[in-house]
Structures are given as C-alpha cells and as structure tokens.
C-alpha cells in the first residue's frame, strides 16, 4: 500500500524534563490507493545529560554561555553553576553550584596550553 506524505512540518517541543525533550509534529499522510487523508503524530524523545535546569520550577534549555560580571564572570545557563572571580589565584575563585545547591570552591593549580600544528 503506498502512501504520501503532506512536505515536512517543524518539530515542536511537547515536554521536557532535566535530561530529556519530546519533540512532535502532525503530518498528513494519503493512502494513494484509496486517496484517503489521514494525520498522522511523529515524535521522537532527545535525551541528553543536563539539557535543561529549572528556572523558577520551568525547564528551560541550558546554554553554553559564560558572561562577565563586575566581579569576574559567571555560568548560570545550565544545571551546574559557576562563578569565576578576576584574581584566579584567590582562594575560592571558581565556585561551582549543582541543581540540588550543593557548592564547591576551586582554585586552579596550574594552566596548559597545548598546540594543534599541522604541518604543510
């Protein structure tokens, strides 16, 4: 039996949790036997570790975002939270805050660079 697809419509966002998004969209589908037009429901589940936090009791998509602050810079956009003081050699200078509100403090001990080369 052959069937038809009405062209593709977006997914949308039905649910979410801390580590999981639904994603759904309503299709037209026609039986090219009889020509009969039926909908269609599509989804699929996305999971993945820390993809939303709460934010005011809403899931909200975290971000990779790092912004600066008066007082050195900050990560607030996702379910672990950081802030990174100016003087990275204070005691205490990055301080990591996790979804349940537990804290750490960190200080760096040393730094690495390395190069990438590639040779022509």
């Not at 589940?45 to 975290?62: A, F, K």
Request: aromatic share 8%.
């Amino acid at each position: 039996m052959a069937q038809t697809t009405s062209p593709e419509a977006p997914y949308s966002v039905v649910d979410r949790g801390g580590f999981y998004r639904v994603l759904q969209r309503t299709v037209w589908v026609t039986n090219n036997a009889t020509g009969l037009a039926t909908r269609q429901v599509q989804g699929y589940t996305e999971l993945e570790n820390g993809i939303h936090y709460l934010s005011n009791n809403v899931w909200v998509e975290s971000r990779d975002l790092i912004e600066p602050t008066e007082t050195g810079a900050q990560e607030v956009h996702g379910p672990l939270q950081a802030t990174f003081n100016f003087d990275i050699t204070s005691v205490g200078a990055i301080s990591f805050t996790s979804s349940s509100g537990h804290c750490s403090r960190a200080i760096p001990l040393a730094c690495s660079l390395r190069t990438l080369c590639q040779a022509r």
